[in-house]
């Protein structure tokens, strides 16, 4: 089980740190990622972390202010967002699959999901 938490209504330029809390499996055996889904529009990728956190995979959009970690020992995983953009709102999911070593950029790649955290950015 996945719980996506720390959403919310920033100011653009503003931050936000999301974290993914997991439960019931044995954490550091799964990759995690994120995804996020403006409205009307499908889920996309956003970065992830193979099972370590030596490597990371970010969205060409997003990888200069946006920063994927975990904590395995605390079964979590994070993503700090900096410089936010109004483009930036969206739901944001936290995902988590077996395969591969930082997983695939597309949803369906991905077997468990969390149940999503709200991003707002203000201009």
């Known amino acids: 089980q996945l719980q996506a938490s720390g959403g919310g209504l920033v100011q653009a330029g503003g931050s936000l740190r999301l974290s993914c809390a997991a439960s019931?499996?044995?954490?550091?055996?799964?990759?995690m990622g994120w995804f996020r889904q403006a409205p009307g529009k499908e889920r996309v990728f956003v970065a992830s972390i193979s099972r370590e956190g030596r490597n990371t995979n970010y969205a060409d959009s997003m990888k200069d202010r946006f920063t994927v970690s975990r904590d395995n020992a605390k079964n979590a995983a994070y993503l700090q967002m900096d410089s936010l953009k109004p483009e930036d709102t969206a739901v944001y999911y936290c995902?988590?699959?077996?395969?591969?070593?930082?997983?695939?950029?597309?949803?369906?790649?991905?077997?468990?999901w969390g149940q999503g955290t709200q991003v707002t950015v203000s201009s």
């Open positions: 019931g499996r044995t954490f550091k055996n799964y990759i």
């Open positions: 995902a988590a699959d077996t395969r591969g070593s930082v997983g695939s950029k597309l949803p369906n790649g991905w077997n468990y």
